[in-house]
């Protein structure tokens, strides 16, 4: 009898395991789904976690910052950390990688591995600019982490950690 039960028992753990596993699969697929859903439609936000600026180590970021993807617009709030050769005019409180873009290139590239390479380029450059962006290129894998380099004209580059979530 004691036999018959430890079975029945052991029966129920993993038939539970099972329907666990499947349960998280299921999240994941569908996760994964949303993601390329989102990058498909150009329709995101890329929120960032972590800056890696070229001197100096990782910094954690305690505020919300965050690049707004968009069919017609690219809006970008990130801070910046590292060696600027051109600076704001004297009191100015503005820093960071802050601006907003209707005139950009877009191109998305399929990484063998299933996430995604875009490459943003603002075509409304202007050189004198020590905001100037030349180029963001955002690798995002199927599960939604991304890491985002930023290329500027003035100011050494700098990545950022984070990761993809909906556009609200």
Known sequence: MKRLIRILVLLVVISGSINLAYSQNSKKTARQAAIKNMVDSTNFYFSADYALPQRGGSKQLTSTYDVKVTKDSIISYLPYYGQAYLAPDPG??????KFTSTNFSYKVTHEKKGGWEII???KDHDITDW???QRMVLNISPDGYASLSVVSTNRDPISFQGSIIAKE
Do not use: A, F, M, S
């Open 92 to 97: 100015t409180t503005e820093g960071g990688i």
């Open 131 to 133: 905001r100037d962006v």
């Open 120 to 122: 943003i380029k603002p």
